[in-house]
């Protein structure tokens, strides 16, 4: 229990983050947002090697599901660092940046959420560890209320042209015309959807 806390309180740096690109500008609490990410690897990897209850499942489920888990970390190590202009999010305490709304933005205004809920679902499973399932529930509802503080009072401020794009993008879950500018903005030719 003690590691779900530890996951759940890592989600105050991410919003002393967000805090910093709006009150203080201050390029040194920059590093609060990898300071959460490093905790919560913390918290995942704690459960993964404590010896807390397993249940079994057929080792070939349990690799699938971790190869759904690993890609399902790439994709939202791929949507928060690398589809993102990297300085502009991370370093830079300019107060207003450009909202992107190609690729995974297209999609839906939070990508990383959906990867990180998958990412841990599988990892669940794969492990085997029910902790790993509360875990994953409980961070997945601390990074839903991040994301819904971030939309509704930082990116606002900080990125311009937000208020459109919260017009024309969905939050969390893609739909068919997100999935269509989706497809489009990576240069794909869709058909019927």
Same mark, same amino acid.
């Given at each position: 229990?003690?590691?779900?806390?530890?996951?759940?309180?890592?989600?105050? #740096?991410?919003?002393?983050?967000?805090?910093?690109?709006?009150?203080?500008?201050?390029?040194?609490?920059?590093?609060?947002?990898?300071?959460?990410?490093?905790?919560?690897?913390?918290?995942?990897?704690?459960?993964?090697?404590?010896?807390?209850?397993?249940?079994?499942?057929?080792?070939?489920?349990?690799?699938?599901?971790?190869?759904?888990?690993?890609?399902?970390?790439?994709?939202?190590?791929?949507? %928060?660092?690398?589809?993102?202009?990297?300085?502009?999010?991370?370093?830079?305490?300019?107060?207003?940046?450009?909202?992107?709304?190609?690729?995974?933005?297209?999609?839906?205004?939070?990508?990383?959420?959906?990867? #990180?809920?998958?990412?841990?679902?599988?990892?669940?499973?794969?492990?085997?560890?029910?902790?790993?399932?509360?875990?994953?529930?409980?961070?997945?509802?601390?990074?839903?209320?991040?994301?819904?503080?971030?939309?509704?009072?930082?990116?606002?401020?900080? %990125?311009?042209?937000?208020?459109?794009?919260?017009?024309?993008?969905?939050?969390?879950?893609?739909?068919?015309?997100?999935?269509?500018?989706?497809?489009?903005?990576?240069?794909?030719?869709?058909?019927?959807?």
């Amino acid at each position: 229990m003690a590691y779900i806390l530890m996951g759940c309180l890592a989600f105050i #740096f991410p919003l002393i983050f967000d805090i910093n690109k709006i009150r203080f500008l201050n390029k040194y609490l920059n590093i609060s947002f990898a300071i959460g990410i490093i905790i919560l690897a913390f918290s995942t990897l704690g459960i993964l090697i404590s010896d807390f209850e397993r249940f079994e499942i057929n080792n070939i489920f349990r690799l699938l599901a971790g190869l759904v888990s690993t890609v399902s970390l790439l994709l939202m190590i791929y949507a %928060l660092f690398f589809a993102l202009p990297f300085s502009k999010t991370y370093t830079d305490v300019e107060k207003k940046n450009l909202v992107i709304d190609t690729g995974m933005y297209a999609l839906c205004r939070h990508p990383g959420v959906i990867w #990180f809920a998958f990412f841990y679902l599988f990892l669940w499973i794969a492990s085997g560890k029910m902790m790993m399932l509360w875990a994953g529930i409980a961070w997945t509802i601390m990074d839903i209320v991040h994301v819904y503080i971030q939309d509704n009072w930082f990116f606002p401020h900080t %990125l311009e042209g937000y208020n459109t794009y919260k017009s024309r993008v969905p939050f969390l879950i893609p739909n068919r015309v997100s999935t269509r500018r989706y497809l489009s903005s990576c240069g794909i030719k869709n058909r019927k959807i």
